[in-house]
């Protein structure tokens, strides 16, 4: 059994294609059932987001299979095949495995290691699951993804920083001041950037939000936004004591709070640290306040700078990913390799064989009486009602193996039985999400 | 004196394998290490305590006359208040300054030789005991302050120049690392002030004058003073963060002094031999 993925995204594929082949959520039921009627399909799935639009499936003929989703994908959405094939990558096997741990672990995103594609997954698995297209492979592969997702979220710090301007500021905040709950913001003048900065603030626990603006209509619009007070341009500053964290974005040609106004702030406030953020161009405070110890000036390239390291440091932290995913990838394929019916059937026998052996060695020792024609039938007998017993259950499995759901009497066999791998470890039951 | 080298053991290694827990779970972000490390350290302190109760045993008084004891209480001190602290703050990163701290003392300690001074009569007080529990919790209080001191100076120097390495993440926020130094300097120093009294006192008794001008006694007022005066610009003029964060590593610069400095450099009647049965 193999594990097959075809699809495009981002990196293959222009937004112009993206938007043809992508599966509107609301009408997800046609395709399924179209894909898992495709012959050589036996299990599939279908995630579809704004970057990627990606199909699962399971088959025994690879090549077969890749042939059929890529011809699917192309009639489904009426393009020509040829134009969508471009665009397509296809994996199978320890390639399609190590594709999709990747892709939900946000090791094949835009922004490595934003948090929307494993929902994104989960969503998808979901349909897949109400319209039963997947199966005992499937089942467990998208288990294995998502937990190796939470792995990675957890071990390593791929997602711990952050990525925007704004969610940086709220960052830096964070080891400036212990907590921002009973925190001031004042926001200077109107800019998106502010406003969104001012939203991540609040969503923080910050208490207070000052809002001023030369149009005095603007500030109170803003402030009721916020649920804040509005405070007239021409006095703000003397509400400054007042502000642990202003956000600056006027259109102000010139310095609208100079090192020397701050100073005298800190003394009003007795040196109790504040963070300012000068998102302006041209700038609207003087970057020399960054001088005196109580104020932390940021301006909008010292914030761009710290998404820039933060990026960075995600891109190191995903290297300890690939490394946690490739373990993955290997188990996961020692589960699938023991879900074929020979390796199975063996096991099986031998573990049975073991148990008679040993229970015969533990009978006999007691019957040093027996000659050995009695041992021998007794020995004999032993043999046959093993034999006796495994004939319906190997016949069976052999003939379940035929059809698509065999895997799961083999998987349940190896289950019941505990039957060891060979070679490896058969660690996999415990990875329940 | 097999039990004794062997809880002298287990604590050291305790503070080891503490130190690891809280160096490796920093750096490598494995939150769950220094949770670890809090109950490494508890056996730490415990099988240290045991050990001073040995030797208070046979010794037959309180076992902190040479540099080989005075050091390990001194770790013994600063772990025992790092743990109430970090009850109280929840700062795993101060243990990865405090139990390395520890570890040192412990290595320093087995270096010096351990020899037990029987304390001549007239020293025999329970005002010893007293004084030298008050001195060391301080000293443990302000090297803790100290060591709040350095990271925010770290940390701060990463947030003004916008320059972040790896440790940024792993420091918490000058406000907490702030209050930690403040809330140091606010138990040591009340510690150290009983110290110096009790020490008074019982030279008073010992030789009949509370004070007189010993090397150690001189630099230990100075050192008192400075922090005195530390407490007094947080509190009257508004000194924190930066100021206040430098000021207490300077204090502990005189501390270290008159802990080792006046005993191996200066002399007076505070030095270990002097202890001893002439």
Redesign the interface.
């Known amino acids: 059994m193999n594990i097959i993925v075809v699809g495009l995204s981002h990196k293959t594929a222009p937004v112009e294609i993206r938007e043809k082949v992508a599966f509107p959520p609301t009408e997800m039921e046609a395709p399924l059932m179209k894909m898992l009627a495709l012959p050589a399909i036996s299990e599939g799935m279908i995630v579809s987001t704004c970057n990627r639009v990606e199909l699962y499936a399971v088959s025994r003929q690879p090549e077969a299979a890749i042939l059929e989703l890529k011809s699917f994908l192309a009639d489904f959405h009426a393009l020509p095949e040829a134009v969508l094939n471009e665009h397509l990558y296809d994996r199978s096997g320890d390639d399609a495995i190590h594709h999709v741990l990747r892709v939900a672990s946000s090791l094949d995103s835009m922004v490595i290691g934003e948090p929307q594609i494993l929902g994104q997954i989960k969503t998808a698995y979901g349909y897949a699951c109400e319209f039963k297209t997947t199966g005992t492979i499937l089942n467990r592969f998208m288990h294995k993804a998502f937990s190796v997702a939470k792995r990675i979220r957890t071990e390593t ?1 791929i997602a ?2 952050a990525v925007s301007v704004s969610f940086a500021a709220v960052e ?1 905040a ?5 907590s921002l709950e009973n925190k001031t913001v004042m926001l200077v003048g109107a800019g998106e950037m502010c406003e969104l900065a001012a939203k991540h603030f609040v969503n923080q626990g910050v208490s207070k939000v000052l809002v001023t603006n030369r149009t005095f209509s603007r500030a109170e619009k803003l402030a009721a936004e916020f649920n804040g007070t509005a405070v007239n341009f021409d006095n703000f500053r003397e509400q400054l004591h007042r502000v642990d964290i202003l956000l600056s974005s006027t259109g102000a040609p010139d310095y609208i709070l100079s090192a020397g106004k701050l100073k005298e702030v800190c003394k009003m406030r ?4 504040m963070f300012l953020i000068d998102i302006a161009v041209p700038r609207d405070i003087d970057p020399a306040a ?1 001088k005196l ?2 104020v ?1 000036l ?1 301006d909008v390239d ?1 914030l761009q ?2 998404v820039q ?1 933060n990026l960075k440091e995600r891109h190191k932290e995903a290297e300890k990913a690939e490394l946690i995913i490739k373990g993955e990838v290997a188990q996961f394929r020692n589960w699938l390799d023991t879900l074929q019916i020979k390796p199975t059937i063996v096991a099986l026998r031998r573990q049975m064989e073991q148990i008679r052996q040993v229970e015969m060695e533990r009978t006999l020792a007691n019957l040093n009486h027996l000659n050995d024609k009695e041992r021998k039938a007794i020995e004999a007998m032993s043999a046959a009602i093993v034999n006796k017993i495994l004939h319906q259950p190997t016949q069976k499995l052999k003939q379940v193996n035929q059809n698509d759901d065999g895997t799961l009497y083999l998987d349940a066999v190896r289950t019941l039985f505990d039957l060891p791998a060979q070679d490896v470890t058969h660690s996999d039951a415990t990875d329940s999400e | 004196m097999g039990s004794l080298s062997l809880l002298f053991a287990v604590t050291t290694l305790s503070y080891l394998a503490a130190s690891l827990l809280y160096l490796v779970g920093m750096i490598g972000r494995r939150p769950q290490l220094p949770q670890a490390g809090r109950w490494v350290l508890l056996i730490g302190i415990i099988s240290q305590a045991s050990c001073f109760a040995v030797r208070h045993s046979s010794a037959g008084g309180t076992p902190v006359t040479s540099l080989h004891e005075s050091l390990a209480f001194f770790a013994w001190c600063l772990i025992l208040l790092f743990l109430l602290l970090d009850l109280r703050f929840k700062l795993s990163v101060m243990g990865a300054f405090a139990a390395p701290m520890a570890l040192l003392l412990m290595i320093g300690s087995a270096l010096c030789p351990d020899v037990v001074v029987q304390l001549s009569p007239v020293l025999k007080s329970w005002l010893f005991p007293v004084h030298i529990t008050f001195a060391f919790l301080g000293n443990a209080a302000f090297a803790l302050s100290f060591g709040a001191g350095v990271m925010y100076l770290i940390q701060n120097r990463m947030l003004k120049s916008k320059r972040f390495t790896g440790i940024y993440q792993l420091l918490p926020s000058l406000d907490s690392l702030d209050k930690v130094n403040y809330t140091c300097l606010s138990v040591g120093f009340p510690l150290m002030t009983l110290g110096i009294i009790s020490g008074a006192f019982w030279a008073n008794i010992a030789w009949g004058t509370y004070w007189s001008w010993d090397p150690k006694e001189t630099w230990a007022l100075l050192t008192w003073f400075l922090y005195a005066a530390l407490l007094h610009g947080r509190l009257t003029i508004g000194w924190r963060g930066r100021k206040a964060a430098i000021f207490s590593i300077i204090a502990f610069m005189f501390l270290l002094f008159t802990f080792l400095g006046v005993n191996l450099l200066l002399g007076g009647y505070h030095t270990f031999e002097s202890f001893a049965v002439i």
């Open positions: 710090a711990s920083s830096l964070r080891k400036i001041f212990d007795r040196f109790k640290p960054n110890d109580c932390y940021y010292d700078g710290v390291a």
